[in-house]
Structure formats: C-alpha cells, structure tokens
C-alpha cells in the first residue's frame, strides 16, 4: 500500500513535468494511466507535495493551476531527514547523531558518512560510534546493490544500545514528521508532541 502511494506521487510529479494542470486536469492524466480517484484524494497529494516546496500554485478562478518549482529537485530521505533534523533546533554533534540514530533506526542497519553529508549535515561527533569492518561491507554491499555510489573507504555509524535508548523521543520524532509531513497526516492528528532539549 505504501509503495502504491509513492509510485502515485511519482505520477503526479511526471505529469506535472510535462505541463502545469488544475486538479480536474491531473485526475484526467491520472485516470488514463488506470488511476481513477477522487478529487479529494488528489487535493492531498497536491498539498503533501505542496507542503514539501515541490509545487508552486496559481489561483485561476474556478480552478488552481500546480506545476512543478522551477529547478525542482525530487525530494528523498535524506533530503526530508535532514530538514526534519534542522528542525529540532540542537547543537551539531546531537543534530548528527539524532540523523544517524534515525536513519539507523528507518533502514535497519549502520548509516554512512556519505548518507549523512547527503542531508546537509555535518558529520561530527561519530566517530565513536563507527563499525567494524565487517558490518559496514555487508551495509556498503547492500547500498552498492541498490545503485547508491558509495566510496569504499566511507565509514559507517551506529549508535550503541545506550546512546539510542537516550535518543529514542528523537528518533521517535524525526520519523514521525517524517510519516506525517510525507503523507500529509496534520489534519488527522489530535495534537503534537514536542522534544526539547531537556528531555535528552
């Protein structure tokens, strides 16, 4: 289902590609690639990709037009990780290990340097956390199969038992924002919970 849902933001990115359309015009390009939805469904992807600094919106009465930000940048992970880590508002060293703790915790295994720059953050205070040898070739291996060029030299970071325990409301967080930013998920949420630095 998740996979579904992304693919269907792809498609709305390409069709917005090839031209600006008003919602009627993307549910139209959308039906012909066999995507019938209902308008509704289709205003919130419009808007989670709006919220996400993709799409400018012209107000043409009746309608609104979406096209794609000029110099659009499709927006990732690591991308979307890094902003939500900005964010929190913390020093260096914890902005990078909340990053590494987060990602570590999202994709199950040791997190690289080259993934950490990758969300415009700086590297510092990790390297205590580095992993053998072993356990970042079988990382590096598996990021290699999935097309990520990655330096064979680059270290790789996990935080230990202690350190992510500590982090956990943070990590807990950053992939929170991440689900609801993502999915558009505000209008459904009760209320929002906030980390500060107390509670570190």
Same mark, same amino acid.
């Given at each position: ?31 012909? &690639? ?21 799409? $400018? ?14 110099? &659009? ?46 969300? !415009? ?13 072993? $356990? ?9 199969? !999935?097309?990520?060029?990655?330096? &064979? ?9 202690? !350190? ?19 999915? &558009? !998920? ?15």
């Amino acid at each position: 289902m998740f996979e579904d849902r992304a693919n269907l933001k792809d498609l709305i990115v390409t069709i917005l590609r090839e031209e600006p359309a008003s919602i009627s015009g993307i549910q139209k390009r959308l039906a012909q &690639h066999g995507e019938n939805l209902h308008r509704l469904i289709v205003t919130g992807y419009l808007r989670a990709l709006n919220d996400l600094g993709l799409l $400018d919106e012209t107000n043409l009465p009746p309608s609104k037009v979406y096209r794609l930000k000029t110099g &659009h940048k499709e927006v990732d992970v690591y991308d979307a990780a890094g902003r939500t880590v900005a964010g929190l508002d913390l020093s260096r060293t914890a902005e990078a290990r909340v990053l590494v703790a987060s990602l570590a915790r999202l994709f199950h295994r040791p997190v690289f340097k080259e993934e950490v720059e990758r969300t !415009a953050t700086e590297p510092v205070g990790l390297t205590d956390w580095e992993v053998e040898t072993k $356990d970042r070739q079988a990382a590096r291996q598996l990021l290699v199969q !999935a097309g990520f060029q990655l330096p &064979h030299n680059n270290p790789a970071y996990l935080p230990p038992e202690e !350190a992510a325990q500590e982090l956990r409301p943070y990590v807990e967080e950053v992939l929170e924002r991440l689900v609801v930013r993502g999915f &558009h !998920a505000h209008p459904y949420m009760m209320r929002s919970r906030q980390v500060t630095l107390g509670d570190m």
